[in-house]
């Protein structure tokens, strides 16, 4: 290297002909004096945009503490050695891509030699395959929908290190998107977007859902996709969005994958690449996810009502008890039956009854809060929890349901206009004493009264009170 102009020459050939980037420094000054053109193609980088190793690679490293971490004192401990041993680094190029190097030093006289091989491809495979496995495991073991998602979106945007990645989450009822995860977004910005309508011209992601198909903004501050949200944007500081939607096996929308970048941006082939992984790691998650929850579903809930069913309830019941005996909260029970169910079978068939069941859960729905639980727990007999609610409260709802079912009817099969009523009992807790089964026997006993009283009324344990028409 030093001693022949001849020598330096057949040494450039020979290095730049090797496919592994290959660069010397003076030991003593640290300045970088050749670099051979696989150095070039690797990181971009001419001779004349580098000046001396240390500078450079603090230059490349995706941060300032990843240099002084990691880099640095590998460079300070084998400076005195013939060779150090390699080290893995996450780099990035003069065009702001990242590359993934084993890097190593041997050094000669007063130069280092430097070594640097791209194993970029590797990694990238091996990391893929690591997040696919992690997510499999989280998934089998039925870990929180969110957990997952999160674990993905860091994934990524550990692959793409100047990315911030979110996933959100298919609303079909309110045809909107919920926050699945965005971890490392300002909560300003989670908070708006949760709930976001689905729709042309709502950003990148509303945009993507809409259309079914990928949306590329490369500059949020122009796009008309933006035009309402260019605020928001600017607060999480992010200046492209490319959104992709989440496609079920069978072709449904089940949410968004989006990469943002903090400057405007377009996305390159590898870019296209990672989100497509990302947006099929997150269908399996939410597919997945999405099945469980519907066998849980079929599993709590009776298909004819699509009401919670007998175990539900009582599971729900255990865990209100053990928040009343916590805090004192009182909450009761209504015990509902309909009346003379048999004889509407019998004067109009199974099918009407059945449309009576059917209507009477509805309008019960339509009545209750949304934190009270009705379950159908035999054939024609439900069960209401009605968690924070004193005796008379629990009457007036009661009654309420008593009421509304009485001037509601179902068509029969042949037409026929078809009315039911419902009895009902009422029990509370509310000194803080009685089991779930206490109150649900008091509930009962109730319930017995109201049938024996003449049936379409409401009875609680501790006597009638005049709702009867
Ligand atoms: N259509 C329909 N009927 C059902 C279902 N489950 C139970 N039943 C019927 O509900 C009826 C309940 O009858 P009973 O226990 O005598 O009660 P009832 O006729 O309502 O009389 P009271 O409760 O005393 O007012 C039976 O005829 C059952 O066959 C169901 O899923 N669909």
New binding site residues.
Partial sequence: MKDSQNNDVRLEDILNTTPIAVSWSSLSSGRIEYINKAFNELFGFALDDILDVETWLLRISPHREYYQNIIAPWIEEYRSDVSAPDLKATLFCKDNSVRHIKMCFSTIGDKQLWYFNDVTDHWVAEERLRARSNMLEMVAKSSALKDILKVIVKQIQQESPLSLCSVLLFDKDEQCLRLGAAPDFPDIYNQAIDGVKVGLNVGSCGTAAYLGQRVIVEDIYVHPYWKDYTQLARQAEVAACWSDPIMSSKGDLLGTFAIYKRSVSAPSEKDFELINFASHLASIAIESFRAQEALQKKADFDH?TELANRGYFFQQCEVLINKSIDDHSPFAILMM??????????QFG?????L??QKLASMSLSILRRDDLIARI???EFAILLPFTEKNEALLIAERLRASIESSMVLSLDHQNVFFTV?LGVACRQDGSGTVDDILNKADKALYQS?AAG?NCVFSVEGSINFRF
């Fill in positions: 004819l039956d309909v009346d003379h169910f048999k004889k509407i079978n019998d199974h099918k009407t009854g059945d009576v069941l035999g054939g024609e009895s049938k049936r």
